[in-house]
């Protein structure tokens, strides 16, 4: 049995250790209010938007087609999100795992894939076996519109100019705070909606339909590609709220066990000094 000192510096860092587990939990709870809050606002836009824009995928007289028309797929761009931070669990290592998924799909057997990264966590892990084009961490030292419209503008660039025939997007979605879903979405070329009579619904269109349909393509490009980050954001605080209330509940089983440890041994070694001083006066009245 370790002695009192040894069992008195562990329960002194464990309780350093609850406290800052403790606090993290916390500011994690207040963080994941905005951005849930956030998310959740966006999310009906986002979707009537997607929605909207599958549904004029069927016009033949888009001037955008070569973001919606499929053609040869050489290679593969996945852009894998996770968090820059740790401390969240498997969060970032579940990324990893889906992507490495969409690489072993047949219909990927022997065509090259590249990944483009968001998130400083799921770089580290890709750079080192897999070819990473760029890295765009800093997306969430501010997070907003204009800065993820930059990497979204950069992903139809690449599918544009063929250097990329397949984009597809994977990241955690935001369900609560501890229920994180993985999700794997073609970004480009823009999917066709299956469902009846989606491509021939009545639209009225003004000023013109090229007009409009060649400014929504892009707009809904980057809208997908923001609530992707945004429900990665959310779903990063909600997890690492999860991670660091389990640590804490861990942290205070162990404090109690380590404590109890302590009393045990405190009391063995005081009955061990009674039951000296009990002999040696028995010695002495011999």
Same mark, same amino acid.
């Given at each position: 049995?370790?002695?009192?000192?040894?069992?008195?510096?562990?329960?002194?860092?464990?309780?350093?250790?609850?406290?800052?587990?403790?606090?993290?939990?916390?500011?994690?709870? &207040?963080?994941?209010?905005? /951005?849930?809050? &956030?998310?959740?606002?966006?999310?009906?836009?986002?979707?009537?938007?997607?929605?909207?824009?599958?549904?004029?995928?069927?016009?033949?007289?888009?001037?955008?087609?070569?973001?919606?028309?499929?053609?040869?797929?050489?290679?593969?761009?996945?852009? =894998?999100?996770?968090?820059?931070?740790?401390?969240?669990? =498997?969060?970032?290592?579940?990324?990893?795992?889906?992507?490495?998924?969409?690489?072993?799909?047949?219909?990927?057997?022997?065509?090259?894939?590249?990944?483009?990264?968001?998130?400083?966590?799921?770089?580290?892990?890709?750079?080192?076996?897999?070819?990473?084009?760029?890295?765009?961490?800093?997306?969430?030292?501010?997070?907003?519109?204009?800065?993820?419209?930059?990497? /979204?503008?950069?992903?139809?660039?690449?599918?544009?100019?063929?250097?990329?025939?397949?984009?597809?997007?994977?990241?955690?979605?935001?369900?609560?705070?501890?229920?994180?879903?993985?999700?794997?979405?073609?970004?480009?070329?823009?999917?066709?909606?299956?469902?009846?009579?989606?491509? @021939?619904?009545?639209?009225?269109?003004?000023?013109?339909?090229?007009?409009?349909?060649?400014?929504?393509?892009?707009?809904?490009?980057?809208?997908?590609?923001?609530?992707?980050?945004?429900?990665?954001?959310?779903?990063?605080?909600?997890?690492?709220?999860? =991670?660091?209330?389990?640590?804490?509940?861990? /942290?205070?089983?162990?404090?109690?066990?380590?404590?109890?440890?302590? @009393?045990? =041994?405190?009391? /063995?070694?005081?009955?061990?000094?009674?039951?000296?001083?009990?002999?040696?006066?028995?010695?002495?009245?011999?």
């Amino acid at each position: 049995m370790a002695n009192l000192k040894e069992i008195r510096i562990r329960i002194a860092s464990v309780s350093s250790t609850m406290q800052i587990t403790s606090a993290m939990k916390m500011v994690s709870a &207040a963080k994941l209010k905005k /951005a849930q809050d &956030a998310i959740t606002a966006m999310r009906p836009y986002s979707n009537k938007l997607s929605e909207l824009m599958q549904g004029l995928n069927g016009s033949n007289n888009s001037n955008e087609k070569s973001f919606t028309s499929k053609r040869k797929v050489k290679k593969v761009l996945i852009v =894998a999100i996770s968090s820059n931070r740790g401390l969240c669990g =498997a969060f970032n290592a579940n990324i990893a795992k889906q992507a490495n998924l969409i690489k072993s799909r047949e219909e990927f057997k022997n065509i090259e894939i590249n990944f483009l990264s968001i998130g400083k966590k799921i770089n580290d892990i890709l750079q080192k076996t897999e070819k990473v084009i760029q890295n765009d961490s800093d997306v969430f030292e501010d997070l907003n519109y204009e800065r993820v419209s930059q990497v /979204a503008n950069k992903l139809m660039e690449l599918y544009i100019t063929e250097d990329y025939d397949h984009v597809e997007i994977v990241y955690n979605s935001f369900k609560n705070a501890a229920t994180q879903i993985i999700k794997s979405e073609q970004f480009l070329p823009i999917p066709i909606s299956e469902k009846e009579g989606a491509e @021939n619904s009545d639209y009225l269109f003004e000023p013109s339909q090229e007009l409009i349909v060649s400014t929504l393509i892009p707009k809904s490009l980057k809208i997908q590609l923001f609530k992707a980050i945004r429900d990665s954001f959310a779903s990063e605080h909600g997890a690492r709220m999860t =991670a660091m209330h389990k640590a804490t509940d861990n /942290a205070s089983e162990l404090r109690d066990e380590l404590k109890l440890t302590y @009393n045990k =041994a405190r009391q /063995a070694s005081i009955t061990n000094e009674i039951l000296e001083i009990v002999g040696g006066a028995e010695a002495l009245n011999n």
